[in-house]
């Protein structure tokens, strides 16, 4: 390797405009009209999720809840910080099982599904009926 | 009076376990170590039933089973989940919270002026947490970090309170503390209270009346300390930054006992790597590793531990150089003929990756040869964080972990296949 001196340099030699930064790389062509008016894309959780922490998933199994829109291996999105009301569909854990139904209060205590073939399930004296989160939205696939 | 509440999940684990296992309520619940091997956690029924923590699940497994007695492997993808929710949820609470491990934090009250509001702030945020998560907590309150740690202790022994206590006036705590012997405050361990004994100090509020000029020159700062936090004096503040890790340990028993080096190299170099990972993720650097080889307490055959550290010139983070300091120190605490049952491997003094101390002498240390790619490890570890692509040689691969896990619940919040179903 071979050295040619050139020459030195003092700061003052350097023209005012030497410094200037550009936070972004430039690029030669014209500016995206768009970059002013970026936003995030849409975010499927922040549509289904109010509150994360209290928001669990839960497989269906079966067709109870065909008529409510709930298929059979749907995904619930179950909120347990939403307090379940008369017609709400509930997650309930009913003689240690999960089920999936809606939550009458009126005329008496039932868990009904939304498919003709299977009965109302009353709930008897004495029966533990816990209802573990309302069920704010469930997803189907269909792919 | 400015307060602090400890939040305590009751039995974090078995709770964890009984979330989605609505059969399992009012059920005798254990929960192994890693390996299955000892029992770490129980329910308060597996309690009643005699089952102790740290019992090696053999002894008592026929007769716990027997009784209808449930176990698990622990599942630690779900209790980690469980407790950043419980965690989260505090967080929207208050404004500062520590997190003190997977099942505690300390709360700082400060936005409540009146301490007789602290009850029912306390009872709200049960409530809460039990209807949003489903994990039951108690919840002690008091003026400063050990008295509140003492009233979560007084909640728990309380059985069918509202599982809130709080020490908010001075009878109160007076009246907690003579009940209360001193190995149970926060920070008092066997030794200490034995010394303690020694000079007539049985009680918790005998140890707050005493001197703590006298306490700083016979004991410690850190005893004077507790003393005035006793006095409801606020020595411990809650720390909202979590102090950075003081060491990593990768350390696994195995049921298939080990006798030769070559059988336990694979081992050491797969928790080496793991190690290495933490690390890593920790941002931090090391300038020591540490082997530790030991056979089961439990064994009829000769015991013997081993343990031997190996010191880097400058703080390393690279896995090559982290593996070629656990091989060194493995062959150097290494003895044949034993069977080994337990290894591990354990990385100390941290240092920041920015600060850099490069040792005057890097050639005397020469035989370990220190490598260092930060780049190289990144771009690894990004390969294995989705799953094991990248093994170093002297790994052993698919059989990373000599772990059984047997009875491991499914990952019900952070596996899509392993969601709990409802019909």
């Known amino acids: 390797m071979t050295i040619n001196y050139l020459g030195s340099i003092s700061a003052d030699d350097l023209p005012a405009t030497f410094t200037t930064f550009f936070l972004e790389p430039v690029s030669v062509g014209f500016p995206s009209p768009a970059n002013d008016y970026l936003e995030s894309p849409i975010d499927l959780n922040k549509y289904l999720i109010k509150n994360g922490a209290a928001t669990f998933l839960i497989r269906v199994s079966g067709d109870s809840m065909i008529n409510a829109n709930i298929g059979d291996q749907a995904v619930l999105i179950v909120d347990r910080s939403v307090k379940p009301k008369h017609g709400s569909i509930v997650v309930a854990s009913l003689d240690g099982e999960f089920v999936c139904k809606r939550l009458k209060l009126r005329p008496r205590l039932c868990l009904l599904p939304e498919n003709s073939k299977y009965e109302p399930i009353y709930i008897q004296h004495g029966q533990d009926l816990d209802i573990m989160g309302t069920v704010t939205a469930a997803i189907n696939k269909f792919e | ?423």
């Not at chain 2, 509440?5 to 709770?15: E, H, I, K, Q």
């Not at chain 2, 980690?80 to 965690?87: A, E, F, T, W």
């Open chain 2, 1 to 423: 009076m400015k307060m602090i509440a400890l939040v305590d999940c009751d039995n974090f684990y078995a709770s964890c376990e009984r979330l989605f296992r609505p059969d399992l309520r009012k059920k005798p619940i254990v929960v192994l170590s890693n390996n299955d091997g000892c029992v770490i956690a129980r329910s308060k029924e597996a309690k009643v039933m005699g089952i102790k923590v740290g019992v090696p699940w053999f002894q008592v497994k026929d007769s716990y089973l027997a009784k209808g007695g449930q176990v698990f492997s622990s599942n630690f993808a779900l209790y980690g989940d469980l407790s950043n929710r419980v965690m989260h949820v505090l967080e929207g609470m208050v404004k500062n919270i520590e997190v003190y491990s997977i099942d505690e934090a300390f709360l700082d009250l400060q936005h409540i002026q009146d301490s007789n509001h602290a009850y029912e702030f306390g009872v709200h945020c049960r409530n809460i947490i039990d209807q949003w998560v489903g994990i039951p907590v108690r919840i002690g309150i008091g003026p400063t970090k050990t008295l509140a740690k003492i009233a979560s202790h007084l909640a728990k022994k309380k059985i069918g309170g509202t599982g809130v206590v709080c020490l908010n006036n001075s009878s109160h705590i007076v009246g907690a503390l003579k009940n209360l012997p001193i190995n149970e405050i926060w920070g008092i361990g066997r030794n200490l209270s034995r010394r303690l004994n020694a000079i007539h100090v049985y009680s918790s509020y005998e140890l707050m009346k005493m001197d703590t000029r006298l306490i700083r020159k016979k004991f410690s700062v850190v005893l004077e300390r507790t003393v005035r936090e006793l006095r409801g004096e606020q020595c411990l503040s809650v720390q909202n930054a979590q102090e950075p890790k003081k060491q990593i340990i990768v350390s696994r028993s195995f049921r298939g006992q080990t006798s030769g080096l070559n059988q336990l190299q694979p081992l050491i170099s797969n928790f080496a790597v793991r190690a290495g990972e933490k690390l890593r993720q920790e941002g931090q650097k090391c300038s020591q590793v540490s082997v530790l080889i030991a056979t089961s307490p439990f064994s009829k055959q000769d015991q013997y531990r081993g343990f031997n550290s190996i010191q880097f010139s400058s703080p390393v983070n690279d896995t090559r150089s982290i593996l070629a300091g656990a091989m060194r120190a493995l062959q150097a605490c290494f003895k044949q003929g034993y069977a080994y049952s337990k290894a591990g491997v354990l990385l100390s003094q941290f240092s920041h990756p920015t600060v850099m101390q490069k040792s005057l002498f890097d050639d005397l240390h020469g035989c370990i040869e220190q490598k260092q790619d930060e780049n190289l490890m990144r771009c690894i570890d990004s390969m294995n964080a989705e799953k094991l692509q990248v093994y170093y040689a002297s790994q052993l691969p698919r059989q990373l972990l000599p772990m059984s896990k047997k009875m491991m619940s499914p990952k019900y919040t952070t596996n899509w296949l392993d969601l709990p179903t409802a019909n």
